[in-house]
């Protein structure tokens, strides 16, 4: 390994500038070839690096990993164009707007003159039929990028980047003292810290799943040391981030009790509105709910269980159904996930344990899943969730999926766009085949972490 450490570097250094930088959207064999070699050299690194024995390595492959990033904070994205969006609202913020008043087009349509605000902005990003959809924690880093750099879009993203690289330093940091708390292997963190998918979909493309995890990772490590109170800040801080880790708090109730629970959700809930607070009005509340509304009857991309029920009512009842199937998987999802989370009992699974937080990961990764595989949306920096939390246990499908739904880039390579659903049936396949195998072989050793 030693040999080979520095060609590996240098070779993993040299692909993501050629994907980061001279690589467009529509160009996917040059994606997906170049993703695949990066995808290989990074199985290697994790497969060939020692749990204990060589820290040299470990810790030279957590600075390449950080090194891919910076080198990414410069680039402009190239496989999204939500960072114009990003802007949008941010200079909306910036000159006392709220980007949740209003549709984009508004303000072009009534000739409301904002610095910024112009044609050429509203053309090069796609969302342009919805209200934002994007949290007060997102808001503040759009806002930040646009005040120091008004009039300039490509300073604006790498201000933007370098709050999600500061972030993604602090997950991996935080990933090594959870690591090192539960008393599991450190070179875990590398399947994290190297996925290339998390190095470009984060800081390359500028998402902010970013945030959210780091926060997430954040109050997992508070509520271990028992600052919980810290912990229900950090909590809020991550949902209004990105909403998704809502779905992690029942999960504390069986580990803390209704008690401390009860504490823990009204801070976390009180922080969330004081964060909300300078959006919030009786426009917000309309248009966030109907950009929520829209998100489950409307958008499709990649979705597994909802497109065969979509091809299932399609022949039953001759159109598609996602108005009644968008809401009815997301119901289920969310009756699954209570489910799960009042169903186990840390008692009868840890004796004297309570409360057990080593195994809270397997049970967080279910959850998302859950929500991921019944979404209709589902875009490749949407897994970032699942790849984190299968660090802390036995269970890697997610990593699978991580290479697998790059492949949905292909979308854009045809014009006009179009969505290959072979690519797609082939993606769930592969990954619900890993899961079940996975789970058979590893159900009572991921509980027993």
Same mark, same amino acid.
């Given at each position: 390994?030693?040999i080979n ?7 993993? /250094?040299a692909?993501?500038?050629?994907l980061?930088?001279f690589?467009e ?5 040059e994606?997906i070839?170049?993703?695949s070699s990066?995808f290989l050299?990074?199985?290697?690194v ?5 749990? $204990?024995n060589? *820290?040299n ?6 600075v390449?990993?950080?090194?891919? #990033?910076?080198?990414l904070?410069?680039?402009?994205p ?9 802007i949008?609202?941010?200079r909306?913020?910036v000159?006392? !707007? ?9 303000y072009l349509?009534n000739n409301?003159?904002?610095?910024g605000i112009?044609r050429e ?5 796609g969302? *342009?039929?919805?209200f934002?959809?994007y949290?007060?924690?997102a ?5 930040s990028?646009?005040?120091? !750099?008004?009039?300039?879009i490509?300073?604006s993203?790498?201000?933007?980047k ?7 330093i602090?997950?991996?940091v935080?990933i090594?003292?959870?690591? #090192?708390? =539960?008393?599991m ?5 590398l399947?994290?810290?190297l996925n290339p998918?998390?190095i470009?979909?984060?800081?390359g +493309?500028?998402?902010f799943e970013?945030a959210m995890?780091?926060? %997430?990772?954040?109050a997992?490590?508070l509520i271990i040391?028992?600052h ?5 800040i950090a909590?809020s ?12 708090l029942?999960?504390?109730?069986n580990?803390?009790g209704w008690k *401390?629970?009860? #504490?823990y =959700? !009204? ?5 969330? @509105? ?9 426009s !917000?509340?309309? +248009? ?5 509304n829209?998100?489950f009857?409307?958008?499709e991309? $990649?979705?597994s269980i909802?497109?065969?029920s979509r091809?299932?009512g399609?022949?039953l009842t001759?159109?598609?159904? @996602?108005r ?6 997301g119901?289920a999802?969310?009756?699954?996930i %209570?489910?799960?989370?009042f169903k186990h009992?840390i008692?009868?699974?840890f004796?004297?344990?309570?409360? +057990?937080?080593?195994n809270?990961?397997?049970?967080w990764?279910?959850?998302i899943?859950?929500y ?9 920096w949407?897994?970032?969730l699942?790849i984190?939390l299968? /660090?802390?246990? $036995? ?6 999926w991580?290479y ?5 880039y292909? +979308? ?8 290959n659903?072979t690519?797609?049936?082939i993606?769930?396949? @592969?990954?619900?085949?890993s899961f079940?195998?996975e789970?058979l072989r590893? #159900?009572?050793k991921?509980l027993?972490l």
């Open positions: 390994m030693k450490r520095w060609l590996i570097s240098i070779s993993m /250094v692909i993501t500038i050629l980061g930088y690589v959207q529509n160009e996917f064999w994606i070839g170049l993703y990066l050299l990074y199985l290697y994790v497969k060939n690096t020692s749990n $204990n060589d *820290k390595a470990l810790n030279f492959f957590i390449l990993a950080i090194l891919l #990033r910076l080198v904070v410069f680039s402009l190239n496989l999204s164009n939500d960072v114009y969006r990003f949008w609202d941010g909306l913020l000159q006392g !707007f709220n980007p949740f008043d209003h549709l984009p087009l508004y349509e409301i003159e904002v610095k112009t902005l509203f053309e090069a990003y969302s *342009k039929n919805f934002t959809v949290p007060p924690v808001q503040a880093q759009f806002a990028a646009c005040w120091l !750099f008004p009039e300039s490509y300073w993203s790498v201000m933007m370098g709050w999600l690289f500061l972030f993604e602090g997950s991996i935080l090594i003292k959870l690591l #090192r708390h =539960f008393e292997p450190a070179k875990n963190v399947w994290y810290a998918l998390i470009f979909e984060i800081t +493309n500028l998402h970013g995890i780091f926060f %997430l990772l954040l997992l490590w040391k028992n919980y109170d810290w912990s229900a909590f801080l991550s949902i209004c981030s990105k909403l998704l880790t809502l779905l992690f029942p999960f504390l109730i580990r803390i *401390k629970s009860f #504490r =959700f !009204f801070i976390t809930g009180f922080i969330s @509105i004081l964060l909300f607070i300078p959006i919030l009005n009786t !917000f509340i309309q +248009n966030f709910g109907e950009s929520l829209l998100y009857q409307k958008l991309y $990649n979705a909802y497109y065969l091809w299932i399609f022949h001759g159109y598609n159904q @996602i009644l199937l968008g809401p009815l998987l119901l999802a969310g009756i699954g %209570l489910w799960m989370a009992q008692n009868a699974d004796p004297g344990q309570l409360p +057990n937080w080593k809270i990961a397997y049970w990764l279910l959850a899943s859950l991921l595989i019944c979404t209709t949306t589902m875009h490749p949407y897994t970032a699942p984190v299968c /660090v802390f246990t $036995n269970f890697r499908f997610p990593i699978i991580s697998l739904i790059f492949w949905t292909i +979308n854009y390579s045809y014009e006009p766009y179009l969505e659903l690519v797609v049936a993606e769930y396949l @592969i990954v619900f085949a079940i195998w789970y590893n #159900r009572e991921a027993s």
